[in-house]
């Protein structure tokens, strides 16, 4: 070939790579065309794709994904999570199909909810990898359908359903629901109740026509009646059957064929019915007496009846009379909280001047005329001084705990870890001489008003810190996790610790373990814990043991429903 190459001349070689040319030009446009195609195809089905890449970055939209997700901007390269979730979510969704392909390489499917602003929008995702020659995962795929529609169909249709089979279970006759084949799909709790027989003893016609007629003739009329008398015509018929117990009973039959070709079978016990007839045709004086005796009856009914007019005017009586007691309740409750709203003016305004005095002329008093004094008399001014600002700080720590209940709650994302560091960084500025250590383990992100969980934080780290040992480092540990819809978090300490039956005492307004000479602090700041956290839907509790540290947890609702009006100061 190499020699007949040689021998060829420029003009035919000029020829044949101009052909070449030629060839991969209508290759590349045959490519080109196919691509957009593609492309074309991918713009315009119905259901959204995206391009997702190992870092969480959005590469690419189809158009499905821009009609739904009209802001983002694929130039920018935004993170998945936080574009597609309004608002934007702030760490990976534990669900994500997505996140675990780009980690193993293999297709997952799952249905989530999307915020959309005050909506949620339900979008079922398939994601699959995209390789490189190599096997390399460089991207995932993910197909993405709009299932909000379907959804909420399907739950009405489950409502639907309930309450359809809910009327049927409460109905106060026996209940069958039969298919074409003759397979028993339902019976209720009265038919069971009337026979005696489950869904599993008689799941078909067959059994049920050979249990509850054992004479084979009487069978045979029955089966024949319903061949021709129910299912055709749809007349009621009573036959007498045997129950699971043995007993017989005359049961009356009523058919309704529903439009699919199913059949729903109503039955009734008439055997007393039935008993009190033949009863009637076979004595008449028992007739008459029956008469008098149900005449009888009638009139104490009636009485009853009279009696409980009486009863009923009675009770509507006291109902009124409750009323008007709880009207006046409201009223009495309403000025015990415009007493509490003085009451906290006065504490605001009436007492802290004077204290403010005393803690002012006893501190001059030490610093001007101190050395005028013997040691009891200094010492007593000491006293005086030392109370008075433990005194205002009480004032304080009171007024700040009833003003939670007025305080309107701002909701919003809150980043746990971040504020434990900063509040962690102040405490250490101000308490530079013991070693103190945190360890911050895996915490979600939480929902609530961020100045208010802040003090939370702050109340239960002071709390750590103030109830350490003497000796020895502090080490304190935050961490939290998500169980049943809630957020839960804890701070644990290797403290002094408690006795565990005073687990829920700390909880309360003005309670302490320890004498304030012991431990300072007013016994309101896991009070302000407590009320703060109720206040957002949460719960508070806490462990401990004497001398091997305590540790206090705190819940919080995933999503709030609640209003954030006022509280009560009850």
Request: with cysteine; net charge positive.
């Amino acid at each position: 070939m190499k020699r007949k190459d040689k021998n060829k001349t420029k003009e035919q070689l000029l020829y044949e790579l101009l052909e070449l040319s030629q060839k991969y030009k209508k290759v590349e446009e045959t490519l080109k065309e196919s691509e957009e195609r593609y492309r074309g195809v991918i713009d315009n089905i119905g259901i959204g794709i995206s391009l997702i890449s190992p870092r969480m970055e959005i590469l690419s939209l189809n158009n499905q994904m821009k009609k739904w997700f009209p802001d983002v901007d694929v130039s920018e390269k935004p993170i998945c999570y936080q574009a597609f979730n309004n608002p934007p979510r702030a760490s990976i969704c534990s669900y994500c199909p997505t996140y675990k392909t780009l980690k193993d390489g293999k297709v997952h499917e799952s249905v989530t909810e999307t915020p959309a602003g005050d909506k949620i929008i339900y979008f079922r995702i398939i994601s699959s990898p995209l390789k490189n020659r190599k096997g390399n995962i460089i991207a995932a795929i993910e197909m993405v359908d709009d299932i909000t529609r379907q959804k909420r169909l399907d739950e009405l249709l489950k409502r639907e359903k309930e309450t359809f089979y809910s009327i049927l279970q409460k109905a106060p006759y026996g209940v069958i629901l039969i298919d074409k084949d003759g397979d028993y799909l339902y019976v209720n709790e009265e038919f069971v109740n009337i026979t005696g027989y489950t869904l599993k003893d008689v799941p078909d016609g067959q059994r049920w026509f050979n249990r509850v007629y054992p004479d084979k003739k009487y069978r045979k009329e029955a089966i024949n009646a319903w061949k021709s008398d129910i299912t055709k015509k749809g007349v009621t018929q009573i036959f007498t059957i045997r129950c699971k117990d043995g007993k017989r009973k005359e049961v009356e039959f009523r058919p309704t064929l529903l439009d699919d070709g199913r059949y729903i079978l109503m039955l009734s016990d008439i055997t007393k019915r039935r008993q009190a007839e033949e009863a009637l045709k076979n004595a008449h004086d028992e007739l008459e007496k029956r008469i008098r005796e149900r005449t009888a009856e009638l009139e104490k009914i009636n009485k009853d009846l009279q009696n409980e007019m009486v009863t009923r005017k009675q009770v509507e009586e006291k109902t009124i009379k409750l009323n008007e007691e709880l009207e006046q309740r409201i009223i009495e409750l309403n000025a015990v909280n415009k007493e509490l709203k003085t009451f906290n003016y006065s504490v605001s305004h009436d007492l802290r001047t004077p204290l403010i005095a005393i803690e002012g002329f006893s501190r001059r008093l030490l610093e001007k005329y101190g050395d005028q004094f013997d040691t009891k008399g200094q010492q007593f001014l000491s006293m005086i001084h030392s109370n008075t600002k433990q005194m205002q700080v009480l004032i304080e720590d009171l007024l700040s705990f009833f003003s939670l209940g007025r305080k309107t709650i701002r909701f919003s994302a809150i980043n746990i870890d971040k504020i434990v560091r900063e509040i962690f960084g102040q405490f250490k500025a101000m308490h530079p001489e013991p070693t103190m250590r945190l360890t911050i383990q895996s915490t979600p992100a939480a929902n609530g008003d961020k100045a208010m969980i802040k003090q939370v934080l702050v109340n239960l780290l002071s709390n750590a810190v103030k109830y350490s040992k003497p000796e020895g480092p502090i080490d304190i540990e935050v961490g939290g996790w998500v169980e049943k819809g809630n957020n839960i978090y804890y701070v644990k300490d290797n403290g002094i610790g408690f006795q565990m039956k005073y687990a829920d005492k700390v909880f309360e307004v003005l309670e302490r373990l320890h004498s304030s000479g012991e431990f300072e602090g007013t016994g309101i700041g896991l009070a302000i814990v407590k009320r703060v956290i109720h206040r957002h839907g949460g719960k508070v509790w806490a462990e401990a043991k004497i001398n091997e540290g305590a540790t206090f947890y705190f819940s919080l609702p995933i999503k709030n429903d609640f209003s954030n009006g006022e509280d009560s100061l009850q």
